[in-house]
């Protein structure tokens, strides 16, 4: 109702200054400031009054012609019955229906009592339709028509300026198009009742043309012609800001009762007869009650009545407060708590009440009872500590002292000072203890404005204090007379200092510990051997900086010290041991220890003197170990003569029984076993000469960098192991039997693969190097090339080092225990030396050096292999670029067409693309390992799901393999080791092709 006043008063331009009132079936809506003046009936009175209750028809006013059908409009004279009785003749001009109009009536009511002309103009101007088009023009809400269907037969200009669409947008449209869709199944709802003759106010959102929402209110009302209803008419208000003003309210009143419920604080509100409205639940919680006994309480029976002031000083305008303990009405608890209370004004601006906020402080008084207590017990404490302390404030004036304080200063100051002013040198200590750090000054010699005894030193610790709001402004200083200390630690010093010079001058390493092993000196010869500095190890157990092991297996071994720690005192002994020095390195030394006395003859420590004997022990080690393998050796390499000879006989008989017997298959068979066990025998004497003096190597001119990958490649083919090379391009060559070198290579290679049983990485490094004569482990000066191979395996225990090169000699379950020796033995004849480091848990290292020679070897150049074909299609497949590219050359000098693959995934492709061009494989040969990529056994399945009859060949460089073993039952033809010649591809070929393999 307030907006249709609104658009009422807004409908008349104003200067126009009619009354005006809206009806709707002759019931009246809502009227203007000057209808209502005019009438003198207040607007909630006129509302829903019929119209004809006011306006009495004029019987002399002529009455339009009823058979020339329904005009613009008719004005008439009437006369207006006022609230006071009293009538007042007027103009009324009525809007009709017959003109597409909107159903209510806009009446405009003037004043009669005008001049002649005046009345003559006005009628004039009403007959002419003036003011009605002038009025409909000028309101600021639209008026519109609709059709049955809803679409838009006419709108007010003012359609344009609210929605901002044309009038050529609008005619014609249906009126639903320009409703929200979220309201517009509710409006057509209303429309469907309109058109069934209801007239209904509805509210809504309108889209504008640039898409903003307008919401508006409706009044609608059917459309009649000829006693049916053919359309609809209504006024259209803009409520915009009245909807988001109420949103707005909406929102505040939400927040505000989050804020009440939420609040850490207890709130309440009363009215002036301290009746309590509302509260929130920690109020209620705080007087351990609840709302609903709360709400309603009459304040003014309270048992406590000490907070009432606090209440009615809100109720007179003022701000009221209170702390201290109260006893609640409702709950009878008692509690402390700090209560302030303000005033709430109503619209008129009386005091309606007050608003108080309570906070439960019952902890903070019980903290504040505890911290007095515990400051009156800290007093105390200070006061008897036999310590001297001051109390200082933030800026260092002292405040309070103990009577041992008093006792120390033999005068007080005269006048108030700060001690951090006069104490020297401490400028940094105090920013470090106004920053919470506590302070720890040694030696203070000179306090000034405090008198002190000469010669007095003294020990002081400060460390601050913080106030309850966390800051430190308060510090506690303690004193420590140390001047009988001071003087006994310079007596001290004094004689530890002749020693330290003493001591400095021996070569031998020195230790002196006091009677509980604690080191006390310590010389520069000892620092050196155990890495240990004298600062460092001060104070520690000896038997932590000086760690030893038995000299001869590596096992903890307690030094003679302990010995006579334990026996406190008894003869001095010596022993040699093993030190471990801080960084691990590990030093033969021969120590001895002795007691100390005093001057009564109390045992009060021991020392300890120990000279290094690394460097002479050790060349007592590899003298006593060259003269055991050189008499192994000879043993050795008489043994291997001899035998080799009797094998050669064993062999030439075989080789005549052979020829002799004829059609005798199973005696051949057995002799051609026996020939192969001749074979294996001869391998294991070819061993024990290289290891002996008759073994001597045919050296030439070799690069070692092509040796080393070759012997490597060669012996991990098939391991888990991989290997990691560090080959320098301008490595020196040296003058090798390449065999002899290569099976050195080679069985290092495989003590480190057999060390890592689960696989892992080898590292083999070369590096050029310039030796000294005499330096280990050089045998001569010169130029030599140094090659460490290192494996990730479990180590060699440090009991078995020194036998690791001794021929049968192993720690495993199988194996000769000569490949070391043989290693050992070769390395010696080619005049170079080799040895072992190694450590339980990381692995071991070999090391070999081998003497450079002057000269630079030459690269040498592999000739190709011719061989004869055999026409078949071949696809090879092999990890090795070698053997693929020799494997292709021999295959198509044999006549075959071949192809080669560098993994399995590569083959099967090959297959693949020749398969689909129609031109399949005859045979496939498989590598059985590839590193990193698809295997033989893989690639077979892959390409049998292609051709599952594809003929296939195994191939390895590892005949104990189960797969070359057992190749049929893994779906081969054939096998062949690697590395292969002609003959044995030929045959092997032959035999899978005509189907002729056996087993």
Known sequence: MKTGKKNIQQAVPGNHGSPMVACADGVIIDANPEFIRLSGYPIDELRGMKLEQLLKPDPDEKKPDAGKGPRRSDVSRASLRKKSLDETIVMVSSLTEGMGLPSFEILSISDYHSTGNQKIKYRGLIENGEEYRYLVENMNDIIFSLDAGGGIIYASPNFETLLGYGMDDVYGKNFLEFIHPGDAGRTSLNFDRVMSGETLSNEYRLVKKNGDILWVRTLTKPFYRDGIITGSQGILSDITSRKNAESALIISEERYRLLFEQSPVGIFMYDTGLIIQDCNERFASILLSSRERLIRLDMKTLKDERIRPCLTDAIGGGTGRYEGSYLATTSSAKIYISMMTSPVYGGTGSITGGIGIVEDITE???????????????????????????????????????????????????????????????????????????????????????????????????????????????????????????????????????????????????????????????????????????????????????????????????????????????????????????????????????????????????????????????????????????????????????????????????SLARLMVTGEEKVTGILKEAEKAVFRARDLTQQLLTFSRGGMPVKQLSELKGLIGESVNFILRGSRSTCNFFLPDDLWSVELDTGQMGQV????????????????????????????????????????????????????????????????????????GLGLSIAHSIIKKHGGSITVDSEPGRGTSFRIYLPAAEKTAEKKIEECVDLEGISAKVLIMDDEAGIRDYSVDLLQNLGMEAYAARDGSEAARIFREEMDGGKPFDLVIVDLTVPGGMGGLETLETIKRMLPGVKAIVSSGYSNDAVMSEYEKYGFMGMITKPYGLDELKKTIKAVLTGSCSR
Not at 545 to 560: F, I, M, N, V, W
Not at 636 to 649: C, T
Not at 802 to 809: A, G
């Open 364 to 654: 903070k008084k019980k903290a504040d009872e505890l911290l007095s207590k515990e400051r009156a017990t800290l007093n105390n404490i200070i006061q008897i500590n036999p310590y001297p302390i001051a109390i200082l404030d933030e800026n260092g004036f002292v405040t309070r002292v103990n009577q041992s304080f008093k006792k120390l200063f033999a005068s007080a100051p005269k006048q108030s000072f700060s001690l951090f002013d006069h104490l020297d040198g401490i400028q940094e200590d105090v920013l470090k203890l106004k920053r919470g750090e506590a302070v720890y000054l040694p030696d203070i010699k000179y306090v000034r404005h405090l008198e002190m005894n000469a010669g007095t030193h003294l020990e002081i610790t400060a460390f601050p204090l913080k106030n309850p709001e966390g800051f430190f402004d308060n510090f506690v200083v303690m004193f420590n007379d140390i001047s009988a200390r001071k003087a006994a630690e310079s007596e001290l010093i004094r004689e530890k200092e002749l020693l330290t010079v003493t001591m400095k001058s021996i070569t031998d390493g020195v230790i002196t510990l006091d009677p509980d092993g604690g080191i006390v000196l310590m010389n520069r010869a000892a620092e050196t051997i155990t890495g240990w500095d004298l600062e460092e190890a001060a104070g520690i157990k000896f038997d932590l900086a000086y760690r030893t092991l038995g000299p001869a297996g590596g096992k903890p071994a307690d030094s003679e010290a302990k010995r006579v720690l334990e026996s406190r005192g008894g003869e001095i002994h010596s022993a040699e041991k093993v030190v471990i020095s801080r960084d691990g390195t590990e030093r033969f030394v021969s120590e001895s220890a002795s007691p100390i006395y005093d001057l009564s003859g109390a045992f009060i420590g021991a020392v300890l003197v120990f000279s290094d004997i690394t460097d002479s022990h050790r060349m007592e080690l590899e003298l006593q170990k060259n003269q055991r393998l050189e008499s192994i050796g000879l043993l050795a390499g008489g043994i291997a003569h001899d035998f080799n000879n009797i094998l050669a006989a064993i062999v030439g008989n075989i």
């Open 745 to 816: 290579i080679q069985n290092i290679v495989i003590n480190a693969d057999q060390a890592m049983t689960g696989g892992g990485v080898i590292t083999i490094e070369a590096e050029n190097m310039m030796l000294e004569n005499g330096v280990l482990p050089a045998p001569a000066s010169g130029k030599y090339v140094r090659v460490t191979i290192s494996d990730q395996g479990g180590g060699i225990p440090r009991e078995y080092l020194q036998y690791v090169f001794d021929p049968y000699f192993t720690t495993k379950k199988t194996g000769s």
